[in-house]
């Protein structure tokens, strides 16, 4: 999977920036992104703080972690079959 170009401190940055008054089209246009980019950030981590951010990330990690943890023991339950 890509990584992305900006830190989770940087994507709080820019969304409490708009928060604070400046324009969306401004704002991409200072940062280099497009608007459906800062839309999508402001869907997912509108109202956060750095700590719940970072928990997000880590649930996010570990659902992954689960998921193709179940994906190996469904192929393994096949394979048996």
């Given amino acids: 999977m890509r990584k992305s170009r900006y830190t989770d401190s940087q994507i709080l940055a820019i969304l409490k920036q708009n928060e604070n008054g400046i324009p969306v089209p401004e704002l991409c246009r200072e940062h280099g992104m497009s608007s459906a980019q800062f839309y ?26 689960l998921k193709k943890m179940y994906a190996e023991e469904r192929l393994k339950a096949e394979i048996r079959k």
């Fill in 40 to 65: 999508k950030w402001r869907a997912k981590f509108g109202g956060m703080d750095a700590s719940m951010m970072k928990r997000l990330k880590e649930l996010e990690d570990e659902n992954k972690r």
